[in-house]
């Protein structure tokens, strides 16, 4: 095997366990915001700086193989990819630190029934399987996997469109929990950034696996 063989073995595992961490910040938000866990909030907070160190190993490591190999086709394709893969995953974990931030700032617990009723917490699961998926897909370079993440971000685009509504229906309800009802619509905000952080990824590893670039043809936005 070539040494660029090995070294891209070993950025691959690298961005897998990078993306295992991530995943694992966006569990522990929804945990720390469901049972107002201000304790795994901070934890969230201390473990992103692990993220950021992932973020900058990579991108050294990237620059090392640039500077070391000259990689060519596919090597380079990877490479390439990775780069932007590595942006996405450390964006999605300030995402998820900058919920645990809410729940740290906030004085009372995040309302049961205003999480139901704005989606919150469905939007929570479907970020989290989107962003496992988009793992699922880079490991087994499976762009069919790959692609389903496009038409699936749906589901968090109409949260987000109708998010004015349903944090306004929380306040006509409540009027005591208007900061309550802002932090969750800068939450859905934030989520719905996911799925296009998401797509993002599903766009590079589909331009990896099949040297294409999806990004202006129109397929990305389901044309």
Request: net charge negative.
């Given at each position: 095997?070539?040494?660029?063989?090995?070294?891209?073995?070993?950025?691959?595992?690298?961005?897998?366990?990078?993306?295992?961490?991530?995943q694992?910040?966006?569990?522990?938000?929804r945990?720390?915001?469901?049972?107002?866990?201000?304790?795994l909030?901070?934890?969230?907070?201390?473990?992103?700086?692990?993220?950021?160190?992932f973020?900058?190993?990579?991108?050294?490591?990237?620059?090392?193989?640039?500077?070391?190999?000259?990689?060519?086709?596919?090597?380079?394709?990877f490479?390439?990819?990775?780069?932007?893969?590595?942006?996405?995953?450390?964006?999605?974990?300030?995402i998820?630190?900058?919920?645990?931030?809410?729940?740290?700032?906030?004085?009372?617990?995040?309302?049961?029934?205003?999480?139901?009723?704005?989606?919150?917490?469905r939007?929570?699961?479907?970020?989290?399987?989107?962003?496992?998926?988009?793992?699922?897909?880079?490991?087994?370079?499976?762009?069919?996997?790959?692609?389903s993440?496009f038409?699936r971000?749906?589901?968090?685009?109409?949260?987000?469109?109708?998010?004015?509504?349903?944090?306004?229906?929380?306040?006509?309800?409540?009027?005591?929990?208007?900061?309550?009802?802002?932090?969750?619509?800068?939450?859905?905000?934030?989520?719905e950034?996911?799925?296009?952080?998401?797509?993002n990824?599903?766009?590079?590893?589909?331009?990896?696996?099949e040297?294409?670039?999806?990004?202006?043809?129109?397929?990305?936005?389901?044309?």
């Amino acid at each position: 095997m070539a040494p660029i063989e090995n070294e891209i073995i070993s950025l691959k595992k690298e961005l897998i366990n990078m993306w295992m961490l991530v995943q694992s910040q966006l569990n522990k938000t929804r945990e720390a915001m469901t049972n107002f866990d201000k304790d795994l909030a901070r934890e969230i907070l201390v473990k992103e700086k692990r993220v950021n160190s992932f973020e900058l190993k990579i991108d050294r490591d990237c620059e090392n193989i640039f500077a070391l190999h000259c990689p060519v086709a596919i090597d380079l394709r990877f490479l390439l990819a990775a780069l932007k893969i590595n942006t996405n995953l450390e964006r999605i974990g300030d995402i998820a630190a900058g919920v645990a931030k809410y729940v740290i700032e906030s004085t009372t617990n995040f309302n049961e029934a205003a999480l139901e009723s704005t989606s919150i917490l469905r939007m929570f699961d479907e970020a989290i399987a989107i962003l496992t998926d988009t793992r699922t897909a880079f490991e087994n370079e499976d762009t069919a996997l790959a692609r389903s993440i496009f038409k699936r971000d749906e589901v968090l685009d109409v949260v987000n469109r109708n998010a004015t509504t349903s944090i306004a229906e929380v306040i006509k309800g409540d009027s005591s929990m208007l900061t309550e009802a802002l932090f969750m619509l800068s939450i859905i905000r934030k989520l719905e950034r996911i799925g296009d952080q998401s797509k993002n990824i599903a766009e590079e590893i589909i331009f990896y696996v099949e040297a294409k670039i999806l990004k202006h043809s129109g397929a990305s936005r389901g044309k």
